[in-house]
């Protein structure tokens, strides 16, 4: 499965509302997706699992949403600990695939 | 609390082998699955394939199959990775990351190792 993220990156002021979009070439079991930060250097952070579920610690700012095929991150108010390279993946069929990646950058 | 720490960063000739370890605390080790994902510099996320720590089931990335072989010592909380055959094209950090749970083996990965620098270069 092929999975699509849109756009490429953002450039955007801290307390801006970050939107990022991920699109499978299919659809997704049981909404099988999650979306990781990676700061360089760092390993990737579980953000969301089952495309809309807050992992352990993660801030409420943070949203997943959608199904299906079209599954969307949101960030409501930009930190400035969350300029980072955010990926989506799927993990409901095998190979697990991530997205290409979207770097939020600091405008 | 839980941890991953792998091993040291590898520097390997092409042709040659390495054998990455991942060493696990804080949770009951068996229970969880253990997956192997790769960076190469500057480049996305890739996933390598997947290992049951309770028995000796393993999956595998078509990409990597009959290069890659998974395996763990229950006795020592420890998954390894080994590639062989390796080419310039596999210099990249090699992750470990345990699946967080719940739906057997299809679950995202809640906690990440470090990450282990492999520069294949002759």
């Known amino acids: 499965i092929v999975l699509t993220q849109s756009p490429g990156t953002l450039s955007l002021s801290p307390g801006e509302r970050v939107t990022v979009s991920c699109r499978a070439s299919?659809?997704?079991?049981?909404?099988?997706l999650a979306w990781y930060q990676q700061k360089p250097g760092q390993a990737p952070r579980l953000l969301i699992y089952g495309a809309s579920s807050r992992a352990t610690d993660i801030p409420d700012r943070f949203r997943g949403s959608g199904s299906g095929t079209d599954f969307t991150l949101t960030i409501s108010r930009l930190e400035p600990e969350d300029f980072a390279v955010y990926y989506c993946?799927?993990?409901?069929?095998?190979?697990?695939?991530f997205g290409q990646g979207t770097r939020v950058e600091i405008k | 609390q839980v941890q991953l720490v792998q091993s040291g960063a590898e520097v390997q000739k092409p042709g040659a082998s390495v054998k990455v370890s991942c060493k696990a605390s804080g949770y009951t080790f068996i229970s969880y699955y253990m997956h192997w994902v790769r960076q190469a510099r500057g480049q996305g996320l890739e996933w390598m394939g997947i290992i049951n720590p309770s028995g000796v089931s393993t999956s595998y990335s078509q990409k990597f199959q009959g290069r890659v072989t998974m395996t763990r010592d229950t006795s020592t909380s420890t998954v390894y990775m080994e590639l062989s055959s390796l080419t310039s094209e596999d210099t990249a950090v090699y992750y470990c990351?345990?699946?967080?749970?719940?739906?057997?083996?299809?679950?995202?990965?809640?906690?990440w190792g470090q990450g282990t620098l492999v520069t294949v270069s002759s």
């Open positions: 993946q799927q993990y409901g069929y095998s190979p697990r695939t």
């Open positions: 990351a345990r699946g967080r749970g719940g739906s057997g083996s299809y679950t995202a990965f809640d906690y």
């Open positions: 299919q659809s997704l079991s049981s909404n099988f």
